[in-house]
Structures are given as structure tokens and as C-alpha cells.
């Protein structure tokens, strides 16, 4: 089957090659078994069986966004009710709210039930232009609804269009059944890292690596479980304070580390040092109602490649639209459009 989109304003790309941003003013796109066989501005000899009207739109490749927190059952509304009466992040999640308030939700649901609730979430973000999304679990915190959240990711990959990489992060926070944090890192490296890499449902492995959350002995714990079971590491740092967690990242050789709000000069080098992407999330910062932007400048400036991404949640982050999140990394993170796109 031979399809053509013609009509186009341009087609605005990143060339690596290059480094920049290229427009290309084009007439149609030829994609002949889901695969673009020609760019061009003119059509000869061709027995089109689709045709698609761009209407003067520009076309661009689809975006990914490399965080996200997609397997949830509820949002965190009152989380909001509490923020804009002045409460903290961690205070809110010092009196039940944040991660924990999630977690009930989430093992209450039935798979079913979830499996549609985020199947029409990505309907909504692939209308945004995102085509590839990372989807982590980390709102059951038992091996059970861990491998549930991992299995939706699954099902979800396999009957959609868009492309989704699983990441397992049992080290999201601690259950509250669970009084013993030392305990809850034993049953993290010891039941469900090898669990999920027996069932080949994850690639990464995410650790929330806060004051108050996991620290670094137990970070590296769980970093070194993952690795022996054939997963990659990505690590949340420095969102709230600087706990040196970015110069971690590098020291654990993780592909990328995440928020950076905090980060000092030295742990952003020695992350680019180590090759690891620098992911900030603008749209958190602005729905926590913070001005502690991650200084994306400063980042560059110090090496680091950068990825941009939405971090959607159902409590810190409900934008899952992508050109909003890079609009506001150049308003306030220091990016420039170029920057962004790229």
C-alpha cells in the first residue's frame, strides 16, 4: 500500500550530522508498507492508494519523552489543594499524600479497569505529537502490582502504535506496611528486580534517590541488583536538595539522571564525564509551583547531553504534552529553541 501527504508548509528535522535544526521545504512524503520511501516535490509515475492532506501543517518526527509515570489508577487532586494553601512537597507527603496516596488506588484496580485508564491517557498524549514514551510502574510497591503495572506496559506496547519502554521502579518510595527500609531494599534486589528481568518486562531501572526517599548505600544497592539481572539504571537526583546524587549518576554509569533542580557543577561534569543524559522536567518544577528550574545552560555548559521530558504523574506533573514542556524549558531553564527541539 502506497500512501502520500501532500499540502506540507515544511518538514522542520534535527540533523545530527550537522547539529542543527533543518527545514525543508517538500511538496509530499511517500510512505509505501508504513515506511517513508521518498521526500519530494513532485509525484510521477506512482499509483497512490491514500492520500492525506497535511492543510499547510509542518511536519516534524514524533517526539519521545523519556519520563514519564503513565501506570496510574487516580490523581492526586487534593495533593493540589494542599500546595496552593502553601504546603511543601514533602510536607504533603509527610501527612499521606505523594507517592503513598497513589499506591491504594493502584493495587485496588483491577487490571482490566487500569489497563483502559491508560490506554485513553495514551490516545491523548500521541494527539500531542509523541510517538515513543518511557512508562515506569512504581505506584504498587509490592511484587504483585509491580508485575501488574510492568504487564500493562506490556500489553499496552504490543497492541498500540505507540512505542512504550518499561521501566521498573519498586524504588519509587517505601510501602507503608513496610517499617523497615533496609527490609524493603532487601525485597526490591532480592524478589522483584529478578522477578522482573526473569519475565523480561522491563529495561531500566529507576531509583528515587532523595532525602528522605532512597539514599545512596541503598541507591547502589539496587543499582548493582539491576545490573546483575541485565537492566540499566536511570536515577531521579537532586530535585529538592543537592544530596550529590547527579555525581552518583555518574559513578554508577547510569544512562540518564533526572530532575537536577539541585545539581552542583562537579556532579553535572562528572555526569557528562560518564555519558549520562541529563533529563530535566520543567513541567514538575512549574506544577509544584517552584522556581527552582534545573539551569539547562549550566547543564550544557558543563557537557551533559540533554533530554527533555514531561515526567506526567498523577500528582506532580499533569502535562503530558511535550511542546508545552519545551516551551517552558526555554522560558525557564535557560534552552534556547534550537535547544529544545533537538
Do not use: W
Not at 10 to 39: A, C, H
Not at 44 to 69: E, R, V, W
Not at 100 to 105: G, M, P, Q, R, V
Not at 163 to 172: C, L, N, R, W, Y
Amino acid at each position: 500500500m502506497i500512501t502520500r501527504i501532500y499540502n506540507i508548509k515544511s518538514i522542520i528535522t534535527y540533523n545530527p550530522d550537522l547539529d542543527d535544526i533543518v527545514i525543508e521545504n517538500v511538496d509530499s512524503i511517500i510512505i509505501k508498507d508504513e515506511r517513508i520511501v521518498s521526500i519530494e516535490n513532485s509525484v510521477k509515475d506512482l499509483s497512490i492508494d491514500y492520500q492525506i492532506d497535511a492543510m499547510q501543517a509542518i511536519i516534524t518526527p514524533g517526539f519521545i519523552d523519556s519520563h514519564t509515570h503513565l501506570i496510574f489508577a487516580s490523581n492526586r487532586s487534593n495533593d493540589f489543594l494542599s500546595r496552593v494553601s502553601g504546603k511543601s512537597y514533602t510536607k504533603i507527603a509527610e501527612s499521606g499524600g505523594g507517592i503513598k496516596s497513589s499506591i491504594k488506588s493502584l493495587r485496588d484496580i483491577s487490571k482490566e479497569k487500569l489497563f483502559n485508564k491508560c490506554l485513553k491517557d495514551i490516545n491523548n498524549i500521541i494527539k500531542t505529537g509523541t510517538t515513543t514514551i518511557e512508562a515506569k510502574s512504581g505506584y504498587g510497591l509490592t511484587l504483585e502490582d509491580e508485575i501488574k503495572s510492568l504487564e500493562i506496559i506490556k500489553e499496552l506496547n504490543e497492541m498500540n502504535s505507540m512505542d512504550i519502554v518499561p521501566t521498573f521502579m519498586g524504588a519509587h518510595d517505601f510501602p507503608p506496611e513496610i517499617k523497615n527500609k533496609d527490609e524493603y531494599v532487601s525485597l526490591i534486589c532480592d524478589e522483584m528486580i529478578p522477578e522482573v528481568s526473569g519475565k523480561e518486562l522491563a529495561e531500566f531501572c529507576d531509583v528515587f534517590c532523595e532525602e528522605g526517599y532512597f539514599n545512596h548505600e541503598q541507591t547502589k544497592k539496587i543499582c548493582n541488583a539491576a545490573r546483575i539481572n541485565n537492566l540499566e539504571i536511570k536515577l531521579h537526583v537532586d530535585e529538592f536538595k543537592d544530596s550529590s546524587g547527579a555525581y552518583l549518576a555518574g559513578e554508577l554509569n547510569a544512562t540518564s539522571a533526572d530532575h537536577l533542580m539541585k545539581s552542583n557543577v562537579k556532579g553535572l561534569k562528572h555526569m557528562a564525564k560518564n555519558g549520562v543524559i541529563a533529563t530535566i522536567l520543567p513541567g514538575t518544577t512549574l506544577f509544584l509551583g517552584m522556581n527552582t528550574y534545573a539551569n539547562g545552560r549550566q547543564i550544557i555548559d558543563a557537557g551533559c547531553d540533554i533530554a527533555l521530558a514531561s515526567d506526567y504523574n498523577p500528582g506532580s506533573c499533569t502535562i503530558y504534552s511535550l511542546p508545552i514542556i519545551m516551551a517552558l524549558s526555554c522560558l525557564y531553564c535557560g534552552l534556547s529553541v534550537e535547544d529544545a527541539f533537538k
